[in-house]
C-alpha cells in the first residue's frame, strides 16, 4: 500500500505497475498500447489548441482512423477476408483468402474505446485536453480495468487521477470484500458452470433436449459470473488505490424485461454506445423508424464489438428484435427502480416477468457460446425435441446448488452496488465474518479450475 | 492502517485456523476408515502400476492387492505402515521394483509431480510421518500451494461422507488391470522416449524408502520381497540402458532382501497391455502360474 501522499509519485508507480501487469501477458503488444496512449494524448492536445475547425477535424479523424484501424486490423482483418471470400463462392468464384496469422492484443476493444471517448469528448468540448501524460497514460491504462474494462470515461476517471489520494479504512474493506465476492463469482460459479456447458456445447449432438437447456442455462450463469465477477474485482482492486470506477453490472438477470436488461448488463459499454453513436445518430429524435434503425445499429455494433464472427452479430440482432416490441410501445423505459423494492419477495408479476427476460437472454446466448451459425442453429434443433421434458442427462447436484446460493445472495443484495455490500447493514460482525470465512473456503475448494476470462478474449 | 492490517492479519490467520481444523477432523475421519483385510490374506501386494495389473487377487486368494498407479516408495511405506497396524494376519510384502521405481528421474515423474501430488495428499496427509513431509519441504514446497484447493474441497467431502457413517474410499489402490492390447502402439512411444541416453543415476529418496519399507517389515516381522513384474522382450530391448545399473543397484544395496524376477516370464504379447503392463488376460495367465509353482520354482526366480 502506497503510504506517500506525494500525487506524481502514486501515479508514476500506478502507470509503471500497469505497463508492467499488461508486458506480463505479451510485451510485444505493450508498444501497441504505449503508441495508443501518446497518439491520443498528443491529438487531444492539437484539438484541444487549434482554433482552425479544419485542424481540429484533422486531428480529431486521424486519432479516430488509427485506433479503429488497429482495432480492425487486429481484430477483424481475418474475418473479412473469409467473408469476402465466402460471399465471392456463393456466386460461384474462387478466391484464395490472405489471411493474418495475428493474435490479437489483450485488453485492445477496451483501451480503444478509453481513447476514443477522450478524444470525442474533447473534439465535443466536453472536457479540455490533459497537459500531463502520465496522469492520462494512467487513464488509459489503469491496471484494473485495462484487459476488461469497465470502459471508463475521462470526465469520470481523470478527475480522480488528479486527486490525492489517501488510505481510507472503510473504502480498503469494501474493496477487498467486492474482490472476494468478485472471486467467488469467478472461481466458484463461472469455472463451476464452464465446466459443464462446455462439455455440453462441445458435444452438443449428444445431448438430450432439456440436457441442451440446461447446458444454456449454466453458460449464461457461467458468462455472467465470469465478466460481472472480473468487473467486482477491477472495482473493488481500484477502490483499494482511492479510485471508483464506474459500475457495469447492477443485477442483469432480475430485469423485469430487455430494456432493463440491457440497462444492467456491461453498463460501461451500452452507456458508452448510447452516447458515442446512438445519441449522435440521432437517438430517439427523428421519428419512430429512426429510432427503430439507431437501436440496431447499436446492437449490430454491439454484437459485432464482441468479436469478429457471425454468432456475435446475431446475437446482437436477436437482442434488437427483442427489444423492437418495447421501443415501439414507448415500454422501453418503465423498469427503472430494482425489483420488488423495499420487499423480501418478488410479486407473482414480477416472478414472470424475470423468469420470461432470463429465458430470452439465455436462448440470445445460445448463439453467443457456439462456434458458428450452423453450430447454433443445431443446438436449437437438437434442444427442441420430445426430450427436452425429460429430466437431463447431465445433472451436476453441487454447482446447482451452489448456483442457488449464488442467485439467493445476490437477490438480498440487488439494490447496493454489489450483492455482499448488503451484509454490511444487516450482519453483525461476527456472522459476517463467519459468511466471509465459509465463502472464502469455498473459494480456495474451487481453485484449480483454469478457466480464463471471457471477456479477456475481447 | 493499523486496523486495517490487524483485521487482514485475524482473517488470514483465521482462515489458516478453519482449514487446519478442517483437515484435522478429515484426518480422524480417514484414521477411523483404516482398510482392515480379510483375515486369510497374507500376502499383501504393494507398488506401482506394474503390481496392480499383474497380481489377480482373485486367483491368487490369500494375496490382498493394494498397489496403485504411478505411486513412489514414499507413498507405498505410508501405505503399508498403516495397512500393518490394523492387520496382523500378513506375512509377507509383495514390493514391485523394476529399473523404472529407481532411477532419479522418477522423482519428478512420479513422487514431486504436482499432478500426483494433487491425487495422493488428501488421503495420505494423515498417514504421512514429519519426514516424508520433509521430503516434499525440501524437494518442491510449492506442491503444497498446489493442492490446497484439492485438499480443502476433498477433505470436506470425506467429513461429510465420515459424518453420514458412508464408506471412504481410502484410494489405497486394487487389482486393475485393463482388457485391451495396444502393444504396437507403445512401442513406437517407448522407442521415441528411450531414443536418448537415459539419465541412470540412482534416486535417493527412492531407494531410501525401499530400505525403510525393509526395516518396517523387519520390525514387523513380514517378510519382504523385490518383485519384478514380466515385461515384453521389446521393452528389455528398448530399456536395455537401465538393466545394468538396476541390477548393480539391487547387489549393492538391497542383497539381503529376497528379490523375484520373472521380467523374462513367457506371458504372449496377448496379454500385454503396452510394453511393460500385463492385461487381464495376462495377469490371469500369470496369476494363475504363480498360485501353482512350487517353492523350489519360485526360488529359481531369485536373483542372488
Same mark, same amino acid.
Given at each position: 500500500?502506497?503510504?506517500?501522499?506525494?500525487?506524481?509519485?502514486?501515479?508514476?508507480?500506478?502507470?509503471?505497475?500497469?505497463?508492467?501487469?499488461?508486458?506480463?501477458?505479451?510485451?510485444?503488444?505493450?508498444?501497441?498500447?504505449?503508441?495508443?496512449?501518446?497518439?491520443?494524448?498528443?491529438?487531444?492536445?492539437?484539438?484541444?489548441?487549434?482554433?482552425?475547425?479544419?485542424?481540429?477535424?484533422?486531428?480529431?479523424?486521424?486519432?479516430?482512423?488509427?485506433?479503429?484501424?488497429?482495432?480492425?486490423?487486429?481484430?477483424?482483418?481475418?474475418?473479412?477476408?473469409?467473408?469476402?471470400?465466402?460471399?465471392?463462392?456463393?456466386?460461384?468464384?474462387?478466391?484464395?483468402?490472405?489471411?493474418?496469422?495475428?493474435?490479437?492484443?489483450?485488453?485492445?476493444?477496451?483501451?480503444?474505446?478509453?481513447?476514443?471517448?477522450?478524444?470525442?469528448?474533447?473534439?465535443?468540448?466536453?472536457?479540455?485536453?490533459?497537459?500531463?501524460?502520465?496522469?492520462?497514460?494512467?487513464?488509459?491504462?489503469?491496471?484494473?480495468?485495462?484487459?476488461?474494462?469497465?470502459?471508463?470515461?475521462?470526465?469520470?476517471?481523470?478527475?480522480?487521477?488528479?486527486?490525492?489520494?489517501?488510505?481510507?479504512?472503510?473504502?480498503?474493506?469494501?474493496?477487498?470484500?467486492?474482490?472476494?465476492?468478485?472471486?467467488?463469482?469467478?472461481?466458484?460459479?463461472?469455472?463451476?458452470?464452464?465446466?459443464?456447458?462446455?462439455?455440453?456445447?462441445?458435444?452438443?449432438?449428444?445431448?438430450?433436449?432439456?440436457?441442451?437447456?440446461?447446458?444454456?442455462?449454466?453458460?449464461?450463469?457461467?458468462?455472467?459470473?465470469? %465478466?460481472?465477477? &472480473?468487473?467486482? *474485482?477491477? /472495482? #473493488?482492486?481500484? =477502490?483499494?488505490?482511492?479510485?471508483?470506477?464506474? +459500475? @457495469?453490472?447492477?443485477?442483469?438477470?432480475?430485469?423485469?424485461?430487455?430494456?432493463?436488461?440491457?440497462?444492467?448488463?456491461?453498463?460501461?459499454?451500452?452507456?458508452? %454506445?448510447?452516447? &458515442?453513436?446512438? *445519441?449522435? /445518430? #440521432?437517438?430517439? =429524435?427523428?421519428?419512430?423508424?429512426?429510432?427503430? +434503425? @439507431?437501436?440496431?445499429?447499436?446492437?449490430?455494433?454491439?454484437?459485432?464489438?464482441?468479436?469478429?464472427?457471425?454468432?456475435?452479430?446475431?446475437?446482437?440482432?436477436?437482442?434488437?428484435? &427483442?427489444?423492437?416490441?418495447? /421501443?415501439?410501445?414507448?415500454?422501453?423505459?418503465?423498469?427503472?427502480?430494482?425489483?420488488?423494492?423495499?420487499?423480501?419477495?418478488?410479486?407473482?408479476?414480477?416472478?414472470?416477468?424475470?423468469?420470461?427476460?432470463?429465458?430470452?437472454?439465455?436462448?440470445?446466448?445460445?448463439?453467443?457460446?457456439?462456434?458458428? /451459425?450452423?453450430?447454433?442453429?443445431?443446438?436449437?434443433?437438437?434442444?427442441?425435441?420430445?426430450?427436452?421434458?425429460?429430466?437431463?442427462?447431465?445433472?451436476?447436484?453441487?454447482?446447482?446448488?451452489?448456483?442457488?446460493?449464488?442467485?439467493?445472495?445476490?437477490?438480498?443484495?440487488?439494490?447496493?452496488?454489489?450483492?455482499?455490500?448488503?451484509?454490511?447493514?444487516?450482519?453483525?460482525?461476527?456472522?459476517?465474518?463467519?459468511?466471509?470465512?465459509?465463502?472464502?473456503?469455498?473459494?480456495?475448494?474451487?481453485?484449480?479450475?483454469?478457466?480464463?476470462?471471457?471477456?479477456?478474449?475481447? | 492502517?493499523?486496523?486495517?492490517?490487524?483485521?487482514?492479519?485475524?482473517?488470514?490467520?483465521?482462515?489458516?485456523?478453519?482449514?487446519?481444523?478442517?483437515?484435522?477432523?478429515?484426518?480422524?475421519?480417514?484414521?477411523?476408515?483404516?482398510?482392515?483385510?480379510?483375515?486369510?490374506?497374507?500376502?499383501?501386494?504393494?507398488?506401482?502400476?506394474?503390481?496392480?495389473?499383474?497380481?489377480?487377487?482373485?486367483?491368487?486368494?490369500?494375496?490382498?492387492?493394494?498397489?496403485?498407479?504411478?505411486?513412489?516408495?514414499?507413498?507405498?511405506?505410508?501405505?503399508?505402515?498403516?495397512?500393518?497396524?490394523?492387520?496382523?494376519?500378513?506375512?509377507?510384502?509383495?514390493?514391485?521394483?523394476?529399473?523404472?521405481?529407481?532411477?532419479?528421474?522418477?522423482?519428478?515423474?512420479?513422487?514431486?509431480?504436482?499432478?500426483?501430488?494433487?491425487?495422493?495428499?488428501?488421503?495420505?496427509?494423515?498417514?504421512?510421518?514429519?519426514?516424508?513431509?520433509?521430503?516434499?519441504?525440501?524437494?518442491?514446497?510449492?506442491?503444497?500451494?498446489?493442492?490446497?484447493?484439492?485438499?480443502?474441497?476433498?477433505?470436506?467431502?470425506?467429513?461429510?461422507?465420515?459424518?453420514?457413517?458412508?464408506?471412504?474410499?481410502?484410494?489405497?489402490?486394487?487389482?486393475?488391470?485393463?482388457?485391451?492390447?495396444?502393444?504396437?502402439?507403445?512401442?513406437?512411444?517407448?522407442?521415441?522416449?528411450?531414443?536418448?541416453?537415459?539419465?541412470?543415476?540412482?534416486?535417493?529418496?527412492?531407494?531410501?524408502?525401499?530400505?525403510?519399507?525393509?526395516?518396517?517389515?523387519?520390525?514387523?516381522?513380514?517378510?519382504?520381497?523385490?518383485?519384478?513384474?514380466?515385461?515384453?522382450?521389446?521393452?528389455?530391448?528398448?530399456?536395455?540402458?537401465?538393466?545394468?545399473?538396476?541390477?548393480?543397484?539391487?547387489?549393492?544395496?538391497?542383497?539381503?532382501?529376497?528379490?523375484?524376477?520373472?521380467?523374462?516370464?513367457?506371458?504372449?504379447?496377448?496379454?500385454?497391455?503396452?510394453?511393460?503392463?500385463?492385461?487381464?488376460?495376462?495377469?490371469?495367465?500369470?496369476?494363475?502360474?504363480?498360485?501353482?509353482?512350487?517353492?523350489?520354482?519360485?526360488?529359481?526366480?531369485?536373483?542372488?
Amino acid at each position: 500500500m502506497v503510504q506517500n501522499k506525494n500525487l506524481k509519485f502514486q501515479n508514476l508507480l500506478l502507470l509503471v505497475a500497469s505497463y508492467f501487469f499488461y508486458a506480463c501477458w505479451d510485451y510485444r503488444f505493450l508498444f501497441l498500447l504505449i503508441f495508443s496512449t501518446l497518439l491520443d494524448f498528443y491529438s487531444g492536445i492539437k484539438i484541444n489548441e487549434s482554433n482552425s475547425p479544419r485542424n481540429r477535424k484533422i486531428w480529431f479523424w486521424t486519432s479516430i482512423l488509427i485506433n479503429l484501424g488497429f482495432l480492425g486490423l487486429f481484430k477483424y482483418f481475418n474475418f473479412f477476408a473469409e467473408s469476402f471470400v465466402e460471399a465471392f463462392s456463393a456466386f460461384g468464384v474462387e478466391i484464395s483468402p490472405w489471411t493474418l496469422n495475428v493474435i490479437l492484443p489483450i485488453g485492445i476493444s477496451f483501451y480503444t474505446f478509453h481513447g476514443l471517448s477522450y478524444i470525442i469528448d474533447i473534439y465535443k468540448g466536453r472536457i479540455d485536453a490533459e497537459r500531463n501524460f502520465i496522469d492520462y497514460a494512467v487513464f488509459v491504462c489503469f491496471f484494473p480495468l485495462l484487459v476488461a474494462g469497465p470502459i471508463e470515461r475521462a470526465t469520470h476517471l481523470l478527475p480522480q487521477i488528479k486527486q490525492k489520494r489517501a488510505f481510507e479504512h472503510h473504502k480498503i474493506i469494501d474493496g477487498l470484500r467486492q474482490i472476494l465476492w468478485g472471486l467467488f463469482k469467478k472461481v466458484v460459479i463461472a469455472d463451476g458452470c464452464a465446466e459443464y456447458a462446455n462439455m455440453i456445447f462441445n458435444h452438443s449432438d449428444q445431448y438430450s433436449g432439456s440436457t441442451l437447456f440446461l447446458g444454456a442455462v449454466l453458460f449464461s450463469l457461467q458468462i455472467y459470473g465470469d %465478466f460481472s465477477g &472480473y468487473s467486482d *474485482i477491477a /472495482l #473493488g482492486t481500484a =477502490r483499494l488505490f482511492g479510485i471508483e470506477l464506474l +459500475r @457495469n453490472f447492477a443485477f442483469p438477470y432480475f430485469s423485469r424485461d430487455i430494456s432493463e436488461f440491457w440497462r444492467r448488463w456491461h453498463i460501461s459499454l451500452t452507456t458508452w %454506445f448510447r452516447d &458515442y453513436l446512438y *445519441i449522435p /445518430l #440521432g437517438g430517439s =429524435r427523428g421519428g419512430r423508424w429512426a429510432k427503430v +434503425r @439507431n437501436t440496431f445499429v447499436i446492437f449490430l455494433v454491439s454484437g459485432f464489438w464482441h468479436g469478429a464472427n457471425w454468432t456475435f452479430i446475431v446475437w446482437g440482432l436477436i437482442n434488437a428484435i &427483442y427489444f423492437l416490441p418495447l /421501443l415501439l410501445t414507448d415500454n422501453n423505459r418503465i423498469h427503472l427502480n430494482s425489483v420488488a423494492a423495499g420487499s423480501n419477495f418478488p410479486s407473482l408479476k414480477e416472478l414472470f416477468q424475470m423468469g420470461g427476460t432470463f429465458l430470452l437472454s439465455v436462448f440470445a446466448w445460445i448463439f453467443f457460446r457456439s462456434e458458428d /451459425l450452423a453450430h447454433a442453429f443445431e443446438f436449437f434443433r437438437n434442444m427442441f425435441v420430445i426430450s427436452f421434458f425429460k429430466m437431463p442427462v447431465v445433472f451436476p447436484t453441487t454447482i446447482i446448488l451452489l448456483c442457488l446460493f449464488f442467485l439467493l445472495v445476490e437477490w438480498l443484495g440487488r439494490e447496493k452496488q454489489y450483492a455482499l455490500a448488503y451484509l454490511e447493514d444487516h450482519l453483525k460482525m461476527p456472522y459476517r465474518w463467519s459468511f466471509y470465512f465459509i465463502i472464502t473456503l469455498i473459494i480456495i475448494a474451487n481453485m484449480g479450475g483454469n478457466q480464463a476470462f471471457i471477456y479477456f478474449q475481447f | 492502517m493499523k486496523k486495517f492490517a490487524l483485521s487482514l492479519f485475524v482473517f488470514v490467520v483465521s482462515v489458516g485456523f478453519l482449514i487446519a481444523c478442517e483437515l484435522a477432523l478429515s484426518a480422524y475421519v480417514l484414521k477411523k476408515s483404516t482398510l482392515y483385510i480379510p483375515i486369510n490374506k497374507t500376502v499383501l501386494v504393494l507398488g506401482d502400476s506394474n503390481a496392480q495389473n499383474a497380481f489377480n487377487d482373485s486367483v491368487l486368494t490369500n494375496y490382498f492387492n493394494v498397489s496403485s498407479l504411478a505411486t513412489s516408495y514414499l507413498y507405498s511405506y505410508a501405505k503399508l505402515n498403516q495397512i500393518l497396524e490394523k492387520n496382523s494376519q500378513i506375512d509377507t510384502v509383495i514390493l514391485a521394483f523394476s529399473p523404472h521405481n529407481v532411477f532419479q528421474t522418477i522423482e519428478h515423474k512420479w513422487l514431486l509431480n504436482p499432478k500426483n501430488f494433487n491425487r495422493n495428499i488428501p488421503f495420505y496427509f494423515s498417514i504421512m510421518g514429519y519426514q516424508e513431509y520433509i521430503v516434499f519441504l525440501e524437494n518442491n514446497p510449492s506442491v503444497f500451494f498446489q493442492a490446497l484447493p484439492t485438499l480443502v474441497n476433498v477433505s470436506f467431502k470425506n467429513i461429510l461422507k465420515g459424518l453420514m457413517n458412508k464408506d471412504i474410499d481410502l484410494n489405497y489402490g486394487s487389482f486393475g488391470a485393463t482388457d485391451s492390447c495396444v502393444v504396437d502402439k507403445a512401442e513406437l512411444h517407448m522407442r521415441a522416449m528411450y531414443r536418448s541416453k537415459q539419465n541412470t543415476v540412482l534416486s535417493k529418496i527412492e531407494l531410501s524408502y525401499i530400505r525403510k519399507i525393509s526395516d518396517l517389515c523387519v520390525q514387523r516381522r513380514v517378510k519382504l520381497i523385490l518383485f519384478n513384474t514380466p515385461k515384453t522382450k521389446i521393452h528389455l530391448e528398448i530399456t536395455h540402458q537401465l538393466q545394468k545399473p538396476f541390477y548393480d543397484c539391487y547387489a549393492n544395496q538391497f542383497s539381503d532382501i529376497e528379490f523375484i524376477d520373472m521380467v523374462g516370464c513367457e506371458i504372449p504379447a496377448t496379454g500385454f497391455h503396452d510394453t511393460y503392463h500385463l492385461n487381464k488376460k495376462g495377469a490371469l495367465q500369470f496369476s494363475t502360474y504363480l498360485r501353482d509353482l512350487s517353492p523350489k520354482e519360485w526360488a529359481s526366480f531369485r536373483v542372488k
